[in-house]
């Protein structure tokens, strides 16, 4: 009886991440069969993509250095969806924060420390 009792909890635990376990299943199975269509190891294609992101410490690093501005911006977007806002082009947002910082990077004098510009 004390056995039924944990199920419900455990499916309340499972169903937010439900959705995103679905996406990320349907993914494989999408490129899986692209793949086979294409005459492909489906398998070998996943083990290579799976050692690339998380074969070792430096494949870790870079993964998570590419998918952290990512992170911010859904946290972004993911924050002003508690209060009932709707932000359009967070991405964009993102890219738009890059090249200002690029910009004024190379608007900085030379003379700044650590520049190696030359004008």
Known sequence: MRSLAVLPRLALGVLPALPTLCAIVGTLVL??????????????????????????SFAWQSTLLRAAPLMLTALCVALLAQ????????????????????????????SMPGSSRRR
């Open 31 to 56: 490129f899986s069969l692209f793949l086979l269509v294409q005459g492909q190891a489906a398998s070998d294609a996943l083990v290579l993509i799976a050692q690339g992101a998380f074969g070792s």
């Open 83 to 110: 209060v009932e806002l709707v932000v359009i082009g967070g991405e964009g947002a993102l890219a738009l924060g890059g090249l200002g910082a690029a910009v004024v990077a190379m608007l900085l004098p030379k």
